[in-house]
């Protein structure tokens, strides 16, 4: 069974400080990688999807890798702001039949004015 | 705009009362999953369905049920809820699977007590 972990399960950063959020999965054998971010009381918000063919995605601020052989993938954000505290979710799709995600519990982010 | 409708967006239930969380998406989506989410333990998925006509279960689906109305309707349904299901609930899509780009939109959720 997969199994998704995400240390640490909170951060607190100053502002404008580079971060990185890990990710670690299970089972090498996964179509791709997704990370979401949520707002409190909010739904999910899509980020970047990597697929287990890529080493890595770019959007603005935001770059994820990943390494499927040794099962990790981390989400680098540059220059944080006090808008990207929330939580950052990864979630993993098997690499066969459709698309049942594999959740990580999540990573609080908290950015310090 | 376009995206993943869920209603109610709030509900509180009486242990034993029944209801139907209803889900829509407008993206021509072929897939619809039902999620639950609770402190601690990440999102957990309940129920699928990859194309219209079709369900399956997921991690969790005791105590539930779904129907895929059409390609843009999921619902899913609680017969006799129990204080166990008070949680978030998430309702998603996706397109069909293929080489290109893809993923999932969920909804904003719906928030159930059951007292």
């Known amino acids: 069974k997969q199994e998704v972990t995400q240390i640490p399960a909170a951060l607190s950063v100053p502002e404008g400080e580079n971060l990185v959020l890990n990710c670690s999965f299970t089972?090498?054998?996964?179509?791709?990688l997704q990370w979401f971010r949520q707002d409190p009381g909010k739904g999910l918000t899509s980020l970047l999807l990597?697929?287990?063919?890529?080493r890595e995605q770019t959007s603005g601020r935001l770059n994820a890798s990943l390494d499927k052989s040794s099962g990790r993938s981390t989400l680098y954000i540059a220059a944080s702001q006090p808008g990207d505290s929330a939580t950052y979710l990864c979630?993993?799709?098997?690499?066969?039949?459709?698309?049942?995600?594999?959740f990580g519990t999540g990573t609080r982010l908290t950015i310090i004015p | 705009n376009a995206g993943v409708t869920q209603t109610p967006k709030f509900q509180v239930l009486k242990t034993g009362q029944s209801m139907t969380l209803q889900c829509a998406q407008d993206?021509?989506?072929?897939?619809m999953y039902w999620y639950r989410q609770d402190p601690g333990m990440g999102l957990r998925l309940i129920y699928y369905?990859?194309?219209?006509?079709?369900?399956d279960k997921g991690e969790v689906p005791n105590g539930y049920n779904v129907s895929r109305l059409n390609k843009r309707e999921f619902s899913l349904r609680l017969e006799s809820a129990a204080p166990s299901q008070t949680s978030v609930y998430f309702c998603?899509?996706?397109?069909?699977?293929?080489?290109?780009?893809?993923?999932?939109?969920f909804g904003s959720g719906t928030r159930l007590t059951v007292v």
């Open positions: 998603a899509s996706s397109p069909i699977r293929d080489r290109g780009r893809y993923g999932y939109t």
């Open positions: 089972d090498s054998a996964i179509y791709n």
């Open positions: 990597i697929q287990s063919s890529q």
């Open positions: 979630a993993v799709s098997p690499n066969f039949g459709n698309e049942k995600l594999t």
């Open positions: 993206m021509n989506h072929n897939s």
């Open positions: 369905s990859a194309s219209e006509g079709t369900t």
